[in-house]
């Protein structure tokens, strides 16, 4: 897959919101990108994944249950890039 295939694709799947956007700016920016603790995409996802888990669980235990709302809907975001790039 070549670098615009993979944008492409990203876009196709999470484009047209703004947290969206950010990973296909993040992924994109780090295509293909090598070396000894170099992440591949779906670590990058997968770290997304779990600080928006942790986000949540803090949210929730605060009673802000409109950073939940956020939040959760940014992790299935977050899902729909991972489901894109496997």
Do not use: C, P, S
């Not at 992790?75 to 496997?86: D, R």
């Amino acid at each position: 897959m070549t670098k615009e295939e993979f944008r492409k694709a990203l876009e196709k799947a999470v484009g047209g919101t703004v947290y969206g956007e950010e990973i296909i700016k993040d992924l994109v920016g780090h295509f293909d990108e090598t070396g000894k603790y170099a992440q591949d995409d779906k670590d990058r996802i997968d770290d997304r994944i779990g600080i928006l888990n942790g986000w949540i669980k803090k949210h929730e235990a605060e009673g802000a249950t409109a950073k939940v709302a956020e939040e959760k809907a940014n992790l299935e975001i977050a899902k729909l890039a991972l489901a894109a790039v496997e």
